[in-house]
């Protein structure tokens, strides 16, 4: 089955810095890479996915990026602020499933003022 | 528009009590969710529903039961309650399948004593 490994487990930046958080995964026939964020106390918030068509997706201070040959991909986030401060989560589509997502073990992202 | 919503917020339970999660959306998804989160280990699938009437294992269903109750409504019960399912756990919905966006409720934290 798929396996979804995250790092790192903790990132503190400089505010106004950027950050990246990368993932990789095992199943070759994953197509679906979401990233949830989920703030204290709350449930996930989905705040960016790829699909395995498309090597980049962007939307405003966030990106992600899809290498599938090496099987990894990323969350980059740009000119940080202290709203961003949360715990990020990657997770892959399980490659034999339409409704099993496979979860990182998550990223608690720390902005420095 | 309340989403997803789930009770209790909070429950303490003895080894060996049964209790039943209640979740319920209000955006007319056809699947339905239930992870648990355990420190350091993301979020876990326990069962789903792909749609009213049906309900599938998911990746740690042992010691858990769920009932799709109607298209708003899917429960998960513990039927004798281990200290091992001390977790979070968070119900969610998506239009179709996981690679729709899913919708968390705020969670209930479960200790067993």
């Known amino acids: 089955g798929e396996n979804v490994e995250q790092h790192p487990s903790t990132l503190s930046v400089q505010e106004g810095d950027s950050a990246v958080i990368k993932c990789t995964y095992s199943?070759?026939?994953?197509?679906?890479f979401p990233w949830y964020k989920q703030e204290l106390g709350k449930g996930p918030q989905l705040i960016i996915d790829?699909?395995?068509n498309v090597g980049e997706k962007k939307d405003q201070r966030i990106a992600v990026t899809l290498n599938k040959t090496a099987k990894h991909f990323s969350l980059h986030i740009t000119e940080t602020q202290p709203e961003d401060s949360a715990v990020y989560f990657c997770?892959?589509?399980?490659?034999?499933?339409?409704?099993?997502?496979?979860w990182g073990a998550g990223t608690k992202l720390i902005i420095k003022p | 528009n309340a989403g997803v919503t789930q009770t209790p917020k909070f429950q303490v339970l003895k080894t060996g009590q049964s209790m039943t999660l209640q979740c319920a959306q209000d955006?007319?998804?056809?699947?339905m969710y239930w992870y648990r989160q355990d420190p350091g280990m993301g979020l876990r699938l326990i069962y789903y529903s792909a749609s009213e009437g049906t309900t599938d294992k998911g990746e740690v269903p042992n010691g858990y039961n769920v009932s799709r109750l109607n298209k708003r409504e899917f429960s998960l019960r513990l039927e004798s309650a281990a200290p091992s399912q001390t977790s979070v756990y968070f119900c969610?919905?998506?239009?179709?399948?996981?690679?729709?966006?899913?919708?968390f409720g705020p969670g209930t934290r479960l200790t067993v004593l």
């Open positions: 790829i699909r395995s």
């Open positions: 199943d070759s026939a994953s197509n679906y």
């Open positions: 997770a892959a589509l399980q490659g034999d499933s339409n409704y099993q997502l496979i």
């Open positions: 969610a919905s998506s239009r179709g399948g996981a690679a729709d966006t899913q919708y």
């Open positions: 955006m007319n998804h056809n699947s």
